[in-house]
């Protein structure tokens, strides 16, 4: 597996030969790991080990799932400086336990901005937040000092959130959700870093 994705990164991708990789990811697990997605997180600290390139996990659907990813890459030589966990809005809910997993030291992201209903069909058992409950997150861990350890996104996939389609579109975070921070304690300096600083840091390779 590491041979494959140094290949992506190094010579180009299988279906696109000209197009080399920036990062490694999104790395796909569930809750439970599957031992083939465990084997795909220890590859992946193995060659980022290598070649000090970003790296970006997406966990599996429980509070825990952050926590286990950052262990198995970790150990196996990943950098988490160069780390991403995704999807934190939809996995880790306590306060507590959020800055308990930004004090390990990887990027924490917010990735579901635009998404407004409770309902959650792929996790019934939790309700997903708003985003003004997802700026509230992101104000605690800036007021706990994690404000270089801050990405925030759309994670689009879908038609229907597409401006065409009557979505909200690319745009909603500079046009919507950046206001909202400002009015909400957010300076220009933090947002700043959220929007420019902090992808840029996690998007340079260290080799």
Known sequence: ???SITRDLTIGCEEAPDVKCGIIGEVGCSWPL????????????ETQESFGC???FHPGRHHTAPEEIFRIYTEAGGDVKKMVMGHLDRTIHDMTALV?????GSYCEFDLFGI???HYQLETSIDMPSDAQRIQRIKHLVDNGFEDKILIAHDIHTLHRLEAYGGHGFCHILKNIVPKMLDRGFTQEIVDKILVSNPSSWLSFTK
Do not use: H, N
């Not at 599957?34 to 600290?45: H, L, M, N, V």
């Open 54 to 56: 970003p790296v970006m």
């Open 100 to 104: 308990e997993f930004a004090s390990l």
């Open 116 to 118: 407004e209903t409770s």
């Open 1 to 3: 597996m590491s041979k």
């Open 34 to 45: 599957y031992d083939f997605e465990r084997k795909s997180i220890q590859a992946t600290g």
